[in-house]
């Protein structure tokens, strides 16, 4: 295993003690409002310094992009983390969320885990070595379309009234033919998902980096495929992403850009 997918493992598993140990707790939790319907708590921050004494320890020199401390200025290695994602199905005891934390050398994404706190469940990957489900090589589902599949995907909370007739639009296109439609509440999750063949495929818009970097990863170490909503690479700058099998990728960006 790479020294840095080792490091980012420890991370996450010392940030999924932190959010274990407060979800009993969660009523009591203060909960401050960044944005419209975009919240964070104390088990956030807490999860988030956590993950950064960690890698500050073995990696002083190296930056770090975190969802709750903004940039730190180091060298070419980012660290990407979101220290909870899924703060809303937190707050709520709904049980989806995970710890993400994404590795990147200049612009090419290297390292990745997902780390589920309630299953245990650990998603891994390295660039060139395929991924991982705890310890056990994954790969994407083998469906051939849209027909029959189960697919992943979240409405953006940021500026939601703009956006929620395209996003009913898209949802009904692709309901009308997929066996049915999950939302999670967690990109990271989803991404995961896709990657393990829980999920067929999934599209989301309105994404910061964080949200998404360990999870594209994952997916195209499982083999599968991953694009904006134009077909292109821009997903971690312009924060919409389509992910899942060739086919069904190809199928949920065909109905997507039937709307944009």
Not at 29 to 35: N, R
Not at 72 to 95: A, K, R, V
Not at 107 to 133: F, K, M
């Amino acid at each position: 295993m790479h020294p840095l997918l080792n490091i980012a493992i420890s991370a996450a598993r010392k940030a999924g003690k932190v959010i274990t140990r407060y979800i009993e707790e969660r009523d009591t939790l203060k909960v401050l409002e960044k944005g419209v319907n975009d919240l964070v708590t104390m088990v956030d921050q807490n999860a988030e310094h956590e993950i950064i004494d960690i890698i500050r320890k073995a990696y002083p020199e190296h930056s770090i992009l975190g969802e709750e401390t903004g940039f730190h200025e180091g060298d070419e290695t980012t660290w990407i983390i979101d220290p909870l994602d899924g703060t809303m199905n937190y707050i709520h005891g709904f049980p989806s969320f995970a710890v993400s934390i994404g590795v990147k050398y200049k612009d090419q994404l290297e390292h990745a885990v997902v780390y589920d706190p309630l299953s245990q469940d650990l998603y891994t990957a390295s660039r060139g070595s395929g991924a991982q489900l705890n310890d056990r090589r994954i790969r994407v589902s083998k469906r051939i379309g849209l027909e029959g599949s189960l697919i992943g995907s979240s409405f953006p909370y940021h500026e939601r009234s703009k956006h929620i007739d395209k996003q009913f639009k898209v949802f009904k296109d692709v309901y009308t033919v997929c066996a049915d439609v999950r939302r999670t509440g967690s990109a990271a999750l989803n991404l995961a998902y896709v990657a393990s063949g829980r999920l067929d495929g999934c599209w989301e818009s309105g994404l910061k980096e964080w949200d998404m970097a360990a999870g594209v990863l994952l997916v195209k170490e499982a083999g599968g495929y991953v694009s904006d909503f134009q077909g292109g690479n821009h997903y971690l700058t312009n924060g919409n992403i389509v992910a899942g099998t060739r086919k069904v990728h190809g199928e949920l960006l065909k109905i997507i850009q039937e709307h944009q």
